[in-house]
């Protein structure tokens, strides 16, 4: 996104409580990080901020980027295996040595501009699927006295888009209303309001240009899935 174009969308909501970047993309790929937390710092100055990442440009240098920002609070780290073998196999093009040592690395870097201000929480999620499911407990057993969060969360298959029966290591037999459709405003790159952060496919039209109205005057359609599109997702299912 331009970022004349982010600092535009940033104006148009008062006071927020706070940007995360996440999404269907990598954002430490980004070589304008520093420029777009300055945006987001100058525009929203009480704003918290939170990354996703899956560690791998978690560099020492990228890592002193992001400390040198006061709002920088959160980072969430994606590492859905313990064991090498495990990890580079459900994380294909990854390398293991250097996202758990970039992790681990991170986690004794200081902020070196704010004295006095904390360090940003730092959790490590872990996504429970046939091939890891074994490594669960050992996985939680090596971050838990590390990070601040470690969790483990469902497969999701993307509105349909991936083949979850390959994946899955128990059936889903339970619903539960899904919590996807009351979360927080999520904009894709191009500035279109989606519908929630698993169903990036369906969006609500530009933020500025009328997407923000449709959004909000949006209503379920059922107690569990919220509209007829969002039946073949997970995310309305209980494991």
């Known amino acids: 996104m331009p970022l004349g174009e982010f600092k ?6 008062p006071n927020l409580k706070g940007v995360v970047l996440c999404g269907m993309y990598e954002p430490l790929l980004d070589s304008r990080i520093d420029f777009v937390l300055e945006v987001i710092e100058r525009n929203q100055p009480q704003a918290e901020i939170t990354i996703f990442t899956n560690g791998s440009m978690l560099t020492e240098g990228v890592s002193d980027i992001l400390l040198s920002h006061r709002n ?5 780290v994606s590492i859905h295996g313990f064991t ?15 996202v758990y040592g970039n992790v681990l690395s991170f986690l004794k870097r200081p902020r070196k501009m704010w004295f006095g201000v904390p360090k940003p929480k730092v959790s490590v999620s872990f996504v429970r699927i046939k091939q890891n499911i074994h490594e669960l407990e050992a996985f939680r057993n090596f971050w838990k006295d590390k990070v601040d969060v470690v969790s483990d969360f469902e497969v999701m298959n993307w509105k349909g888009a991936v083949d979850e029966t390959k994946l899955l290591y128990e059936k889903p037999e339970h619903t539960r209303p899904c919590p996807m459709f009351e979360q927080p405003l999520v904009i894709d790159a191009y500035g279109n309001i989606v ?19 449709e959004w909000l005057n949006k209503k379920r359609e059922s107690d569990t899935y919220p509209t007829s599109g969002c039946k073949s997702c997970l995310g309305w299912r209980h494991y």
């Open 84 to 98: 090498k073998e495990t990890y580079e196999s459900v994380m294909p093009g990854m390398v293991w040595d250097k």
């Open 72 to 76: 920088f609070t959160n980072l969430v």
């Open 195 to 213: 519908r929630c952060c698993y169903d990036f496919s369906t969006n609500y039209g530009h933020v500025l240009t009328g997407g923000f109205q």
């Open 8 to 13: 535009a969308i940033l104006r148009f909501f």
